[in-house]
T-cell receptor, first 110, second 115 residues
Framework: QKEVEQNSGPLSVPEGAIASLNCTYSDRGSQSFFWYRQYSGKSPELIMFIYSNGDKEDGRFTAQLNKASQYVSLLIRDSQPSDSATYLCAVVRGYQKVTFGIGTKLQVIP | DAMVIQNPRYQVTQFGKPVTLSCSQTLNHNVMYWYQQKSSQAPKLLFHYYDKDFNNEADTPDNFQSRRPNTSFCFLDIRSPGLGDAAMYLC??????????????FGPGTRLTVT
């Protein structure tokens, strides 16, 4: 079992729809959870982090965490073509153990 | 603006010829990381520094070394690059002074080509 699992996609959604990106992790001691956006050929850009169960909203983005189910998700409302990128889930246990998922490629169709 | 800077952005080296990639940061973060990312793969942590303490990942080849002469700078040395080392190399920083989150901030990366 991979430590952090993501469906590599591509996930295709029409412009204006909600994109739902999912991530599961295996280490129950994980403390913080991050979503990064990575455009092709570019470095990862931090979008959101969450460390408490529940939802956290920032503009069009909502991160959801369920530690009991070891599940974290990212919702993107009103998806735009500029949201087309790979979304990396990162799971952190202290500063020294950071594990990235393979990323989900999102395509927003105009 | 506070940031993480990597130089060069693109590096071409010959098989077996040593190469050094550099990273600097103005965030004053105490933790610095080096990742290797190949196409369509997750970033793979090579090593990190917590202040001056070096921490190597168990599966990082001996061919990869690192130096951190001060808080702001960190270098990645590849002693004898092979074709399989062609990748994007990402430097990231974080700080344990911001609480438990340890969010990482990435530089723009260096794309290494080995010929």
């Amino acid at each position: 079992q991979k430590e952090v699992e993501q469906n590599s996609g591509p996930l295709s959604v029409p412009e204006g729809a909600i994109a739902s990106l999912n991530c599961t992790y295996s280490d129950r001691g994980s403390q913080s959870f991050f979503w990064y956006r990575q455009y092709s050929g570019k470095s990862p850009e931090l979008i959101m982090f969450i460390y408490s169960n529940g939802d956290k909203e920032d503009g069009r983005f909502t991160a959801q965490l369920n530690k009991a189910s070891q599940y974290v998700s990212l919702l993107i409302r009103d998806s735009q073509p500029s949201d087309s990128a790979t979304y990396l889930c990162a799971v952190v246990r202290g500063y020294q153990k950071v594990t990235f998922g393979i990323g989900t490629k999102l395509q927003v169709i105009p | 603006d506070a940031m993480v800077i990597q130089n060069p952005r693109y590096q071409v080296t010959q098989f077996g010829k040593p190469v050094t990639l550099s990273c600097s940061q103005t965030l004053n973060h105490n933790v610095m990381y080096w990742y290797q990312q190949k196409s369509s793969q997750a970033p793979k942590l090579l090593f990190h520094y917590y202040d001056k303490d070096f921490n190597n990942e168990a599966d990082t080849p001996d061919n990869f070394q690192s130096r951190r002469p001060n808080t702001s700078f960190c270098f990645l040395d590849i002693r004898s690059p092979g074709l399989g080392d062609a990748a994007m190399y990402l430097c990231a920083t974080s700080s344990d002074e911001t609480g438990q989150n340890y969010e990482q901030y990435f530089g723009p990366g260096t794309r290494l080509t080995v010929t």
